[in-house]
């Protein structure tokens, strides 16, 4: 699962994890990965917003449950120039972060686009899983 979007977001985004996490807990069933657009950033500020990202990540690891590696479990991809969010169709995230859902083959199974990530993530797991 591909989730983009930026700062403004992290809730939604957090409160999906969580959500989603309780009934798929296992990362090896599972990716959720935060995709960043950084193009919109001036070059002189992407080390900055690296580190506050960081920040995130550190954050996430002290509150990972004992046994379980935060490596497996918050993944931040920075699409550096864009490229990826591009072909996604991702713009405007932090008014409406996107969502999309790629099955194991590497098929797009589901996308969906606004602020109730955690019931959207759900019902589109839970749509690919009635069709397995």
């Known amino acids: ?49 690296e580190r506050v990202m960081k920040g995130f990540y550190a954050k996430a690891s002290e509150a990972m449950p004992p046994g379980r590696d935060v490596a497996d479990y918050v993944m931040i991809l920075l699409d550096r120039d864009g490229a990826v969010s591009r072909q996604y169709g991702a713009h405007k995230v932090s008014e409406t972060p996107l969502l999309v859902l790629i099955d194991a083959a590497g098929i797009v199974r589901g996308v969906y686009r606004g602020r109730q990530l955690a019931e959207a993530a759900l019902q589109m797991l839970a749509s690919l899983e009635s069709v397995s």
């Open 1 to 49: 699962m591909l989730v983009f979007h930026d700062q403004y977001a992290v809730e939604a985004v957090r409160t999906m994890q969580e959500a989603v996490r309780a009934r798929w807990p296992d990362a090896e069933q599972l990716l959720i990965c935060s995709v960043v657009d950084m193009s919109a950033l001036p070059v002189i500020l992407r080390p900055l917003a």
